[in-house]
């Protein structure tokens, strides 16, 4: 069983910038940033292999980083110039490879989850 904590949401304006950070009691080779927006499905936002191959939803390219610190097994993602429809809820998730051995967006793949971090972005 994996815990996996978040932390670092907060209010911002609208071209702030947060940091969130999500300490796991243990790592998975797949990691990744979901969120769920209200009234929406949540949806992937940055995942990262342990070999630190990154893939991000086009929403965010440019403006958000994830990285990772395996040693503190923490994973981090980095939300500069936010907007309004970045507002959400963020979750911290492990998981496992898809079928191809890298990993992917679907949310089936990932076996823990954290309970969330709120980030609210003011216009």
């Known amino acids: 069983q994996v815990q996996l904590v978040e932390s670092g949401g907060g209010s911002v304006q609208a071209g702030g910038s947060l940091r969130l950070s999500c300490v796991a009691s243990?790592?998975?080779?797949?990691m990744g940033w979901f969120r769920r927006a209200p009234g929406k499905e949540r949806e992937g936002v940055a995942i990262i292999s342990k070999t630190s191959k990154m893939y991000y939803h086009d929403s965010v390219k440019g403006r958000f980083t994830i990285s990772q610190d395996i040693a503190k097994n923490t994973l981090y993602l980095q939300l500069n110039s936010l907007k309004p429809e970045d507002t959400a809820m963020y979750y911290c998730a492990a998981g496992r490879v898809g079928n191809l051995g890298n990993c992917v967006w679907s949310q089936s793949n990932y076996n823990y989850w954290g309970q969330g971090t709120q980030v609210t972005v003011s216009s």
């Open positions: 243990g790592y998975s080779f797949c």
